[in-house]
């Protein structure tokens, strides 16, 4: 059974930092391109960050870019995303997600696996 848990969430001021972690069991994590996409209350998901299993290639929305990092832990199953100067429009549902393939993808249908999502406030 495939698992994907979010930690890390939280309350921060604006221009603070998070730090999100998301551990995953019962899938060959290694081998697939992992995700964070995130919902905003009244909005669609919006894909946010991807790294590839293999070179560790990493991409980023536009909205994020330069401020957010996603990294890989192949040996914990683990990925983060590591979140600076956050701005309150950040606030949303965090979800973690596992691609079906090892292909660098924005598309949310690619993603077949998805945990249950870590709430992230950021007040002005």
């Known amino acids: 059974q495939v698992q994907l848990v979010e930690s890390g969430g939280g309350l921060v001021q604006a221009g603070g930092s998070l730090r999100l972690s998301c551990a995953a069991s019962?899938?060959?994590?290694?081998?697939?391109?992992m995700g964070w996409i995130r919902q905003a209350p009244g909005k669609d998901r919006e894909f946010v960050a991807g790294i590839v299993w293999k070179n560790q290639h990493s991409f980023y929305a536009d909205s994020v870019k330069g401020r957010f990092t996603i990294s890989r832990d192949d040996a914990k199953n683990t990925v983060y995303l590591e979140m600076n100067t956050l701005k309150p429009e950040d606030t949303a549902v965090y979800y973690c997600?596992?691609?079906?393939?090892?292909?660098?993808?924005?598309?949310?249908?690619?993603?077949?696996?998805w945990g249950r999502g870590t709430q992230v406030t950021v007040s002005s």
């Open positions: 019962g899938l060959a994590f290694s081998s697939k391109t």
């Open positions: 997600a596992a691609s079906r393939g090892i292909l660098a993808t924005v598309d949310l249908n690619s993603y077949g696996y």
